[in-house]
């Protein structure tokens, strides 16, 4: 089929109604209105919005209040990390790039900045991130509060790359945190989910500015697991879309290169021919689909596109789902996925979305998915948003734990405190730190409870 290409396959979720977030100034905005997640099934009816101008009025106002607060971002997770029947407390308005170190190729930017505005931003001064998630809509510290990570067995995820960063406690006081510093508090803080205070800003680690040059192409799913590992090490990102009730996944290998700048958008074709696609493909009992899926996927033709390296890692993403997302040791990733394509099959689930297949490598942070020693393969599975993912997640996710998968915290899950606190060596010590930095639980909402109490 002429036009369709991995792109418009993937082409999908947009910026959206974003997240409700109201931009009130500092106080009680009483009345306030509801908060939807971007995916629009979580919503919270919070007291108010809190959206400090500085980090001292954020200080003053954690000092001078009690009620439950809950730090959020670009609302973008899918869990319900951010509700409250108290305070939300926005950080839009710390937000950008502060300063930069051009020897140590750090920068400092306020918490609130989009990882989509700190590519640009960065450019500026010669410098560039080193990885990037699936899109860039998220802020810095929402990104790196549930261990937001990109593809590539060379990187960790993006709280890996964290230098520093300032955290005011839940009763108002400011922390420098570092390695150096607060060897503990850096290790918990760089994945906290929000619960050990405000994140106000952080620095990175980055590169000198570089290009990078993207290609994808529709190959059968055993020949890509065969050769995954190899591919992983030639190329600096290589993961796979496998297509359900298909033999095929859509590939995508992204290497560095000083080629022109070659990006165009998608045509009209080429979105008209995906929506063609998945609207045949729907109309097929998924018993009945694999020829068609095949037939298709055989004529997926390969892409290029040579951009700035922010420009290449990110993606916009139109049509809103909801995701499950568990990363399990390297050497069961194939063996996991194979088994949750199997049953997809074998049970016949009526889903068109594509799985994602990444791998990312492991970090020293208490509660990232790739804690620890093993580097680890991430698989997700995801649902539009207009459907009921239950049935669907509930089928899969005891297959992740068989494999001794960790749940993205962004991401829908459903364990709690005891199966969490086997999955991560240093589980108790973050339950420790958390209740010394908030022995009131000011930061704690029914989902985080169940986390780190229940
Ligand atoms: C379309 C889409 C694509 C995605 N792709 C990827 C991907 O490729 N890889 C991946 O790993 N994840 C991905 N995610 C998940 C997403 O990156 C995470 O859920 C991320 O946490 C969302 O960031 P946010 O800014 O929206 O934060 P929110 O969802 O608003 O909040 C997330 C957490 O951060 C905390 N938080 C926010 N601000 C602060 C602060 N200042 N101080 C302390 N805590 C704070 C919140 O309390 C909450 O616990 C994707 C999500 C969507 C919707």
Redesign the pocket.
């Known amino acids: 089929m002429a036009g369709l290409t991995r792109r418009n396959l993937l082409a999908g979720?947009a910026l959206s109604a974003l997240?409700g977030i109201a931009r009130p100034g500092y106080g009680d905005t009483a009345g306030s209105l509801p908060w939807r997640?971007?995916?629009g099934g979580i919503v919270a009816n919070p007291k108010g919005r809190v959206a400090p101008a500085s980090e001292a009025e954020l200080m003053e106002f954690l000092a001078s209040t009690t009620g439950p607060v809950?730090?959020?971002?670009?609302?973008?997770?899918?869990t319900p990390?951010?509700p409250t029947d108290g305070h939300l407390i926005v950080?839009d308005r710390l937000a950008g790039l502060q300063n930069h170190d051009p020897g140590a190729l750090t920068a400092t930017f306020g918490?609130?900045t989009r990882l989509g505005d700190m590519g640009p931003a960065l450019a500026n001064v010669g410098q560039g991130m080193l990885n990037l998630?699936?899109?860039d809509r998220?802020?810095l510290?929402?990104?790196t509060?549930?261990?937001?990570?990109?593809t590539g067995i060379g990187f960790t995820?993006l709280s890996g790359f964290v230098t520093s960063l300032r955290l005011i406690t839940p009763n108002g006081e400011a922390i420098d945190v570092s390695a150096e510093k607060n060897p503990d508090l850096f290790n918990a803080a760089r994945v906290?989910?929000?619960a050990l205070?405000?994140?106000?800003s952080m620095t990175v680690q980055n590169r000198n500015n570089y290009r990078l040059k993207a290609k994808s192409w529709a190959q059968p799913i055993e020949e890509v697991l065969e050769s995954f590992d190899e591919q992983a090490a030639k190329h600096r990102h290589f993961e796979m879309f496998p297509l359900t009730h298909s033999d095929y996944a859509l590939t995508l290998a992204i290497d560095e290169t000083d080629e022109e700048i070659n990006n165009p958008p998608p045509s009209e074709e080429e979105a008209a021919a995906f929506d063609l696609a998945m609207k045949g493909w729907a109309l097929v009992a998924p018993r009945f689909r694999k020829p068609l899926v095949n037939g298709l996927a055989k004529m997926i033709g390969p892409t290029e596109a040579v951009d700035e390296s922010y420009k290449i890692l990110s993606n916009i993403?139109n049509n809103r789902f909801n995701?499950m997302?568990y990363s399990v040791p390297l050497e069961n990733g194939a063996k996991c996925l194979r088994e949750v394509l199997r049953t997809i099959t074998e049970k016949e689930i009526d889903v068109v979305f594509p799985l994602e297949y990444r791998y990312v490598s492991r970090d020293d942070t208490w509660l990232s998915m790739s804690a620890g020693e093993e580097d680890h393969a991430a698989i997700s599975i995801h649902r539009t948003s207009e459907e009921d993912y239950r049935p669907y997640f509930d089928l899969i996710e005891p297959i992740f734990w068989k494999y001794g998968g960790r749940p993205?915290w962004?991401?829908v899950h459903s364990l709690g405190a005891k199966e969490l606190t086997r999955l991560y060596p240093h589980f108790k010590d973050f339950q420790e730190l958390r209740r010394r930095l908030d022995p009131a639980n000011r930061m704690l909402n029914e989902h985080l409870r169940k986390l780190f109490i229940a």
């Open positions: 979720c997240y997640n971007w995916s809950r730090p959020v971002g670009s609302g973008h997770s899918f990390l951010v950080i918490a609130g998630p699936d899109i998220q802020t510290a929402g990104a509060a549930t261990a937001t990570h990109g995820c906290s989910l929000g205070g405000v994140v106000t993403r995701e997302e993205h962004g991401k």
